[in-house]
Every structure is written in C-alpha cells, then in structure tokens.
C-alpha cells in the first residue's frame, strides 16, 4: 500500500513537472506574435484633431493617408498583407494624444502610428515611443522631433526651422528688402515657440530687427497685433500659424490697411488659406514642403488618378492632403524594405536605408539614417493666385542658405 501511495506521489509530481514545462515554453503561435501584424493584416495607428481647433489642417492629410492605404490595399496590400489603418481623435490637446496613443498601442495593438496631433504630445510621448517601440511618423515638424534623432522617431520634411530660414533667404534675396523690419505672428504653443526661437537667430544673423506678436490657436481676431506691427512700422510679417490663425491674420491686415507681404509657414500655405480669405491673401507668400494637387510632377500625376478613382466628384485638394499621402507612401516604402518578417525593429532598420527616396515630386528626396531623422531638406517658396484660389510657385525647391 505504502509503495501504491509513493507510486501515485511520484507520478503526480511527474505530470506537474511536464505541465510546468509545457506552460514555460511558447507555443509556435505565441513565439511568432508581433504587435500589429497577423499573417494577413498590419494595423497603423492615426492620431489626428479631427473636430478640434486645428481639424481644418488635420482632415486634408487624414483624407489623404485614408485614400493611400486604399490604394496600397486595393494592389494586393505589402508583401500579402493590408493596412488596417485606425483613427484616434485628440482634439489638439496633449491628454487627448496621450489617451489616444494608448488606446492605439495598448488596446488596438498598433506596429506603428502617424502622429501625435501636436507638437507638445508628441513630445509628452517621446519616453513611450520610445519603451514600447513604436515607429511613428511625426505630422509636427518641429526640431525637437529630429534633434536629437530619436531611434522609433521620423519626420517627412525640412522642420519649421528650415521654414523660417528659407523666407528669411527669401526677404532679403528674393524680394530683397532694404532695412527691413520683420514682424512675426505666433501662437503660444510648442511650435509658435520653435518659430519664434529661429526667427530671433535667423534676425541676428541677417542683422534685421524683429517685432513679435502672439496669436493663439482658436483666436477670433487679430486686431490689436496687426496695429502694434503697424505702430512698429514692420516692411514684412512672418505669419506662423495654422489656417484659421493666418486666415484670421489676413482678415484683420486687410481690414486696417496693413499692406507688406505677408509670408506664411509651411501648415498657412495651403489652398483653404487663400479660399478663406479672398482678397485678404493678395499679399501673401508661403512656403512648403509638399506640392500641390495640380504641379506637374510624375508623383502628383499619380496621386490625382488615384484620388479621382475613389472620389470623382472632388476636384482639389489641399497640400495637407499631399502630406498624408506621403506619410502613408514612407511606411509603405519602408514595410516593403524590412520583407515578410516585419516588425518594429525591422521596420526602423529598413526605414534607416531610405538614401534619396525618390517620391516622384509630391516632395524632394527623403533621407534617413541612425543620425538622420528629418527626412527631406528641401522647400519651395509659393505666392498667392486670389483669382484662381491657387499657389504658385515663385522658386525652386531650395534648402536654407544660413
């Protein structure tokens, strides 16, 4: 009896020990297991203002990523799998990106994101971008985005830095201006302050005065900066804003008889700036990173066809819409590089190859590397056809000259 009992002991311990190793080693299927990809599907998170103060900005480039993964779906999707492309809503507001980036990362299981909604989130988020290894295409600009590079971290274009230098470069060589006196117009937000920063070095280094004035987001007139610029004497403004802060800004110019070329920053220079704002945009430049809907470039060629085969009834759109596109053709770019076996690190590793990515004109060349994560460098400087609700452009694409 007592051998029975020991035999039973020692058999139950037996199966308890295979058990425990059964549990300690992974499945196939739980050892394979990637956040965001499946052997069919690849989710991409989106983090946008889509009914917040800047959503006017935002839906262009939503429209535009939305209408690229239907393209790239429709083909067959990227090595056999379709984006699964999931949008989050943040208002503009750095709780709303923090909230929507969990939900997205923790919830939905997304590989990557395009995002967050502001420069201020984005920042707030680098520390888990960073943990949970998320590659994320930055809609902000800002320096603080690639400066330092940030390994899950990458933008499309020159930053709002390079923005500024280049309608510097463009004042005094291009509508070479004789003393002038440079007024800029920022709102107090993370990326008003990275204007403003480089306008005050871009000043010194030009040796000309500077007159700033803030504008917040969702300010319903402009009164009193236009008639301090105005008391200041300023011969040319820098308009650092978004649509309806430059649109708000042209009104207000117009209507107290400001009349100097107004230049905008690169998320003003859009078509909605000069519909918005009729005859108050008959001074305005802008410059810009992307192109527009009707330049005659092989990319913008493509995307108008694309465009119009899943929406004929629309006729043009904004350059923030040419944005969205292209952030979309870069993860596609970058999944097709890193091959079947995707992941996170396969997907920074492939994305670190992009040397002069050619992107057919919807904007110059992309480059990353371990040290690079601007993406392009080059801008292109634009002015105001009232007539036509179009930009067009006045240079070449150029790079800041200081």
Not at 102 to 119: E, H, I, P, Q, Y
Not at 160 to 181: G, T
Request: charged share 25%; glycine share 8%; with cysteine.
């Amino acid at each position: 009896m007592k051998r029975k009992g020991l035999r039973k002991v020692y058999l139950l311990l037996f199966i308890g020990l295979m058990v425990s190793v059964f549990l300690m080693k992974p499945t196939p299927a739980l050892a394979g297991e990637v956040r965001g990809v499946t052997n069919d599907i690849v989710k991409i998170g989106v983090i946008a203002d889509m009914t917040g103060p800047i959503a006017t900005t935002w839906l262009a480039a939503v429209e535009g990523f939305r209408n690229y993964v239907r393209y790239i779906n429709d083909q067959g999707g990227v090595h056999g799998r379709k984006i699964k492309d999931i949008y989050e809503d943040s208002r503009y507001t750095i709780p709303g990106d923090i909230a929507a980036f969990k939900k997205l990362v923790f919830r939905d299981k997304v590989l990557a994101m395009l995002g967050a909604s502001s420069t201020g989130g984005t920042v707030a988020l680098f520390p888990q971008i960073e943990k949970q290894k998320v590659p994320t295409i930055a809609a902000s600009q800002a320096e603080s985005m690639y400066t330092p590079p940030k390994r899950y971290v990458f933008c499309t274009a020159a930053g709002y830095s390079e923005e500024i230098k280049v309608l510097f470069d463009f004042i005094m060589k291009d509508l070479k201006a004789k003393n002038p006196r440079i007024g800029i117009v920022y709102p107090d937000v993370e990326f008003g302050k990275t204007n403003l920063e480089q306008a005050k070095k871009s000043a010194k280094h030009y040796g000309v005065d500077l007159y700033p004035e803030v504008l917040n987001v969702g300010a319903l007139e402009a009164s009193s900066q236009v008639m301090l610029l105005q008391k200041d004497k300023v011969t040319h403004v820098i308009v650092a804003q978004l649509v309806d802060g430059a649109v708000c800004f042209l009104r207000e110019a117009r209507k107290f008889k400001l009349n100097v070329p107004l230049l905008g920053t690169g998320w003003t220079c859009s078509e909605d700036t000069i519909k918005i704002s009729g005859e108050a945009a008959k001074n305005y430049y802008g410059v810009h990173a992307y192109s527009s809907w009707y330049d005659d470039t092989p990319g913008m060629a493509k995307l108008r066809e694309i465009t119009l085969k899943l929406n004929p009834k629309k006729k043009d759109y904004t350059k923030n819409y040419s944005k969205g596109w292209l952030c979309a053709m870069i993860l596609e770019e970058g999944m097709k590089r890193a091959g079947r076996n995707l992941d996170s690190e396969s997907l920074v590793a492939a994305m670190e190859t992009f040397k002069n990515f050619d992107t057919g004109g919807v904007s110059g060349y992309i480059n990353y590397s371990p040290n690079e994560r601007m993406g392009g460098e080059y801008l292109r400087m634009y002015k105001a056809d009232v007539e036509n609700n179009k930009l067009i452009p006045v240079s070449d694409w150029r790079r800041a000259a200081h």
